[in-house]
């Protein structure tokens, strides 16, 4: 059973930054595609980064040069730094997982993590 367990998210000034991190447990971590999506209120939600197994990273072009995705395969932890925060990234932050990026059913969703960002 996959389970992916996010952390780090919170309420910070625009212009701040955060590190999200998720926690993955109960398979191969290295065979699959790892990611983040967002939610914000009343919209629908979005990729923002994502890690395929052979460890190439794609960015939404929204975070482009402000995000910054990374993973310790060691820990099994993947991590994104998100910096020069934007009001209009506000978001529940979720983890995601499957054999790759991505098909139209993800298979693995952490349960969130909550970004507030404030102008």
């Known amino acids: 059973q996959v389970q992916l367990v996010e952390s780090g998210g919170g309420s910070v000034q625009a212009g701040g930054s955060l590190r999200l991190s998720c926690a993955a447990s109960?398979?191969?971590?290295?065979?699959?595609?790892m990611g983040w999506f967002r939610q914000a209120p009343g919209k629908e939600r979005e990729g923002v980064a994502a890690?395929?197994?052979?460890?190439?990273?794609s960015y939404a072009d929204s975070v482009k040069g402000r995000f910054t995705l990374s993973q310790d395969n060691a820990a099994n932890t993947l991590y994104l730094q998100m910096n020069s925060l934007k009001p209009e990234d506000t978001a529940m932050y979720y983890c995601?997982?499957?054999?790759?990026?991505?098909?139209?059913?993800?298979?693995?969703w952490g349960k969130g993590t909550l970004v507030t960002i404030s102008s």
């Open positions: 109960g398979y191969t971590y290295t065979m699959y595609c």
């Open positions: 890690i395929d197994s052979d460890g190439h990273i």
């Open positions: 995601a997982a499957d054999l790759f990026c991505w098909p139209a059913e993800v298979a693995y």
